[in-house]
């Protein structure tokens, strides 16, 4: 029987749930949120689909105390602000065999040394894994093998309009990191950024339009966009000097040199939570990246973000709140 928790039963855990009920494990879950509104929606997605006889028990708390002493798997789907937090008291309270970290991390760069210190403190460090999960499609993992031989610079651009660059520039970053294989990218050029800062949809978070530049020691080159405009197409581009791939994730379609190559194989959170659950629980690998992989993607973009957010603000932390 595999023991696995939710923490945070939003947008995101409450696709995690429904993703869970898909698993051919033997399962007991637990849920929690201290919002009920939250709990409710998630207990009524869980209800939209098709029952799974392996799911043995499936429990609704409002506090973390509530959990079980040991737990196989917790998935943490909170926001950024609070996961910190969260995880210090989870792991001096519970005996956790695996975690799954949603992203952002976190907002500040304190808690990516702190909480790396104590992953390894609980032997959780080659055990914990962020949900960056474009390395789970199966186009592109044959697109990664496919660039994995070539030694000359590969430029990956990301374009498009107020997708969210701070809340998710970092599944592009990782992105590149899988495909080229290349994770040593040096911190990124925010000259280009729009000065003006927006309020996320999420309340207390914030939002970043304009371009975001970046290149690895191996001469590899990464630009994001997140155009203020409304008109800028969704576009990500992977160029060689061999070769140019056009990826519509909207279609999910990848074209070569203006050809069909291939499908990505996209799939919904509530189609991968339940096939990386098994890959966890029954081998103890997972195919997305690890906490010491992605906390050092994280922090190219975070750090000199903090340093643009604190000029703009006329502040003088170590955070930037974007989740």
Same mark, same amino acid.
């Given at each position: 029987?595999? +023991?696995?928790?939710?923490?945070?039963?939003?947008?995101?855990?409450?696709? /995690?749930?429904?993703?869970?009920?898909?698993?051919?494990?033997?399962?007991?879950?637990? #849920?929690?949120?201290?919002?009920?509104?939250?709990?409710? =929606?998630?207990?009524?997605?869980?209800?939209q689909i098709e029952?799974?006889?392996? %799911?043995?028990?499936?429990?609704?708390?409002?506090?973390?105390?509530?959990?079980?002493?040991?737990?196989?798997? #917790?998935?943490? &789907? =909170?926001g950024s602000k609070?996961? &910190?937090?969260?995880?210090?008291?989870?792991?001096?309270?519970?005996?956790v065999s695996y975690?799954?970290?949603?992203?952002?991390?976190?907002?500040?760069?304190?808690?990516? +040394?702190?909480?790396?210190?104590?992953?390894?403190?609980?032997?959780?460090?080659?055990?914990?894994?962020? @949900?960056?999960?474009?390395?789970?499609?199966?186009?592109?993992?044959?697109?990664?093998?496919?660039?994995?031989?070539?030694?000359?610079?590969?430029?990956?651009?990301? !374009?498009?309009? @107020?997708?969210?660059?701070?809340? @998710?520039?970092? /599944?592009? *970053?990782?992105?590149?990191?899988?495909?080229?294989?290349?994770?040593? %990218?040096?911190?990124?050029?925010?000259? &280009?950024?729009?000065?003006?800062?927006?309020?996320?949809?999420?309340?207390?978070? #914030?939002?970043?339009?304009?371009?975001?530049?970046?290149?690895?020691?191996?001469?590899? %080159?990464?630009?994001?966009?997140?155009?203020?405009?409304?008109?800028?197409?969704?576009?990500? *581009?992977?160029?060689?000097?061999?070769?140019?791939?056009? *990826?519509?994730?909207?279609?999910?379609?990848?074209?070569? !040199?203006?050809?069909?190559?291939? @499908?990505?194989?996209?799939?919904?959170?509530?189609?991968?939570?339940?096939? #990386?659950?098994?890959?966890?629980?029954?081998?103890? %690998?997972?195919?997305?990246?690890?906490?010491?992989?992605?906390?050092?993607? /994280?922090? =190219?973009?975070?750090?000199?973000?903090?340093?643009?957010?604190? !000029?703009?603000?006329?502040? !003088?932390?170590?955070?930037?709140?974007?989740?």
């Amino acid at each position: 029987m595999c +023991h696995i928790a939710i923490i945070g039963a939003g947008q995101l855990g409450s696709r /995690h749930l429904q993703g869970l009920k898909s698993a051919r494990l033997p399962m007991r879950i637990q #849920v929690v949120d201290s919002s009920q509104a939250a709990l409710d =929606t998630a207990r009524d997605r869980y209800e939209q689909i098709e029952t799974n006889p392996q %799911i043995q028990s499936i429990d609704y708390l409002t506090d973390m105390d509530q959990l079980d002493a040991e737990i196989d798997l #917790v998935i943490i &789907a =909170t926001g950024s602000k609070p996961r &910190a937090t969260i995880l210090k008291e989870l792991l001096s309270k519970k005996r956790v065999s695996y975690l799954l970290l949603e992203k952002v991390l976190f907002p500040d760069l304190r808690s990516y +040394h702190t909480i790396h210190d104590l992953l390894q403190d609980k032997g959780l460090s080659g055990k914990t894994w962020i @949900n960056c999960t474009r390395r789970l499609f199966q186009g592109y993992q044959l697109l990664q093998k496919e660039l994995q031989d070539y030694t000359g610079i590969i430029t990956y651009e990301k !374009n498009g309009s @107020n997708w969210g660059l701070g809340c @998710n520039a970092i /599944h592009f *970053i990782d992105h590149f990191a899988f495909l080229t294989g290349d994770t040593d %990218i040096q911190p990124f050029d925010l000259s &280009a950024l729009d000065p003006e800062i927006q309020a996320s949809k999420r309340p207390g978070y #914030v939002e970043f339009t304009g371009t975001i530049t970046s290149s690895t020691k191996r001469g590899n %080159i990464l630009h994001i966009t997140s155009s203020s405009r409304d008109d800028v197409a969704s576009q990500l *581009i992977i160029s060689t000097d061999q070769a140019r791939y056009e *990826i519509d994730e909207t279609s999910d379609t990848i074209t070569k !040199n203006g050809q069909f190559w291939g @499908n990505i194989g996209m799939k919904y959170q509530s189609q991968l939570t339940g096939l #990386v659950a098994e890959q966890i629980l029954q081998q103890g %690998i997972c195919a997305l990246p690890s906490y010491t992989e992605s906390a050092r993607l /994280h922090l =190219t973009f975070l750090q000199p973000l903090v340093k643009f957010y604190n !000029n703009s603000m006329e502040k !003088n932390g170590d955070n930037c709140p974007i989740t």
